[in-house]
């Protein structure tokens, strides 16, 4: 999934994202690329709302694409149109 995703779009979706969630995405990544996508977190100054949201929905697509692609599996466990990874 991360080699699919923009890194300004992951940065953005991270901007919004729990600690929990920052933390499972950055031990998917090398130490390298985890520590700069850390330092852009650091550096990017306040961002809209509306921006982190479309950021988040473009990964959200991405992985339905995948999905219907058989190239991924995503668990149940969700409600409603919420997607459970």
Do not use: T, Y
């Amino acid at each position: 999934i991360l080699k699919e995703v923009k890194n300004e779009d992951l940065i953005l979706a991270l901007k919004g994202a729990s600690e929990e969630l920052r933390n499972k995405i950055f031990s998917n990544l090398s130490s390298r690329a985890a520590e700069m996508i850390k330092e852009d977190l650091e550096a990017m100054g306040p961002v809209k709302l509306s921006n982190v949201e479309e950021a988040q929905q473009k990964i959200i697509l991405i992985v339905r694409n995948l999905e219907k692609e058989g190239k991924i599996v995503i668990g149940g466990g969700g409600e409603g149109d919420q997607l459970v990874i």
